[in-house]
């Protein structure tokens, strides 16, 4: 059992509860014993960064002074909170910005898609797989900050990433290439300026339809939502009809690993994915 | 740095970022993804910037419209930060108080705060009715609301969380920096 700090982040917690169930349920059959950090709170997210620095720095930097009284690497899920964690992290490392509390930069802040990409879980993952993807079309979406900027996501092809796709070759699955793996979904402007995200991904589903892919895969709470939650809009948008079910990574891990509570997960989404895993005999 | 107007010195303080050397190629605008929606382009807010055309930049709908993506950030020839400067003009905006050229989205941030402040995370459903409140639009994506509720999305009541000392010592701080 591998000992590993946890910051689900507050998406977990409501509208992607199923990209924590579906980690917390991987965690457990890879020997991966996740410790959620006591007394978490919000990063910060989308406005802090927007409004002050400071701010943006201290939210951040609060969760990181817990995660550090334990040496362990903290994994995050949200690849919102993660670029947060990392600004953070680099301001006190190499501008040694000082803090009202005691964080000395020294928590390794894993995000998890790159965390379940490393090589000793790819090759736990190749020993357990019970059930492999075969003949499901997917194509990898990795939004903005997975990968930018590279300073801070330390990701080197970042205008094309690879290492999902790799990810999905190892469950079994058929990773397709296409052309908006790492645009833009419009992210946190859904609440503001929802007709921006309307068109931003409408454009990625069009695209993705075009690949003729079964399904999007992502680790992003706020792109899942964006393009899993308002398919008839975004259709309306780009005057087409979108039935494409957008599947988080861990979802995918889950069901390739034989995780009971696979379809549990899957019933939480707006866009039904059962119909298309079940026709290919994968649920 | 020297001989540069204000606004260029003010960003390169706050943000460590040198708007001069932006050789208007344009880049950023070209692979921007919501360049469309701007009223004025990312190369465009660099040149108003190197005039100082400070009103003309603080009172745009373009930095409040950039998505922080960062793609404009990756591209730049020069190594020009672009995405942060975004926000760094947007907490120039803010702090100045000049009228937003998008109304809603410093609401929403600000909302946004508020509910970390009082509740320590973000409660979804209190974030979007209190953004409600404040815009008067109730209707908005009340059917996807009523979806995402039926498929147990929605958390109808915060979660319970320590810590609230420290964060009310942040935003103690942060209120005491904007005097």
Redesign the interface.
């Given at each position: 059992m591998k000992e590993v700090s946890y910051y689900p982040g507050?998406?977990l917690?409501?509208?992607a509860?199923e990209y924590d169930e579906s980690i917390r349920g991987v965690s457990e059959i890879l020997g991966l014993h996740l410790h959620e950090l006591?007394?978490?709170?919000?990063c910060?997210?989308?406005?802090?960064?927007?409004?002050?620095?400071?701010?943006a720095i201290?939210?951040a930097a609060?969760n990181l002074a817990i995660a550090e009284k334990t040496p362990r690497e903290l994994l995050i899920p949200c690849v919102a909170c993660y670029s947060r964690f990392k600004v953070a992290e680099k301001e006190v490392k190499e501008h040694s910005k000082k803090l009202?509390?005691s964080y000395q930069g020294n928590v390794p802040i894993r995000y998890s898609l790159d965390f379940f990409c490393d090589e000793p879980i790819l090759e736990e993952v190749k020993k357990k797989r019970v059930k492999p993807l075969k003949g499901l079309k997917v194509v990898c979406y990795y939004g903005?900050?997975t990968v930018?900027?590279?300073q801070l996501t330390g990701i080197k092809r970042?205008?094309d990433p690879t290492h999902m796709d790799r990810l999905m070759e190892i469950l079994g699955a058929d990773p397709i290439p296409w052309s908006y793996k790492a645009?833009?979904c419009?992210?946190?402007?859904v609440?503001?300026?929802?007709?921006?995200v309307r068109?931003?991904s409408g454009k990625i589903l069009s695209m993705a339809k075009e690949a003729e892919a079964d399904c999007l895969v992502t680790g992003c709470p706020m792109c899942h939502s964006n393009l899993d939650?308002?398919q008839d809009e975004l259709g309306k948008e780009v005057g087409d009809h979108f039935d494409i079910p957008i599947l988080y990574f861990s979802e995918l891990m889950g069901l390739a690993l034989g995780h009971k509570d696979t379809k549990k997960w899957l019933?939480?989404?707006?866009t039904d994915p059962i119909k298309a895993l079940g026709g290919k005999g994968l649920i | 740095m020297m001989n540069v107007n204000p606004l260029i010195s003010e960003i390169a303080q706050a943000s460590g970022e040198n708007v001069q050397a932006c050789y208007q190629c344009q880049k950023c605008s070209a692979g921007c993804p919501v360049a469309y929606a701007m009223d004025i382009l990312p190369n465009q807010v660099l040149r108003h910037i190197q005039y100082d055309h400070k009103e003309k930049v603080l009172g745009s709908k373009t930095i409040w419209i950039c998505a922080s993506c960062y793609a404009c950030s990756v591209r730049c020839p020069n190594n020009i930060d672009i995405a942060k400067i975004m926000d760094t003009l947007r907490e120039i905006a803010i702090r100045s108080g000049i009228k937003p050229g998008e109304k809603d989205v410093p609401i929403f941030h600000s909302v946004f705060l508020d509910t970390i402040r009082s509740k320590g995370r973000i409660h979804e459903l209190s974030l979007i009715l209190q953004f409600k409140t404040k815009t008067k639009d109730f209707f908005k994506d009340a059917s996807l609301g009523w979806k995402m509720y039926r498929k147990g999305k929605i958390k109808l009541f915060p979660s319970k969380f320590g810590g609230g000392r420290e964060i009310k010592e942040i935003f103690n701080s942060f209120e005491k920096g904007k005097q």
């Open positions: 507050c998406s917690h409501g509208t509860r006591e007394d978490w709170t919000c910060g997210a989308s406005s802090a960064h927007c409004t002050d620095e400071v701010l201290d939210l609060r009202s509390f903005c900050l930018r900027p590279p970042y205008e645009d833009c419009g992210a946190s402007l609440m503001t300026r929802t007709d921006i068109r931003l939650t308002r019933h939480h989404h707006i | -």
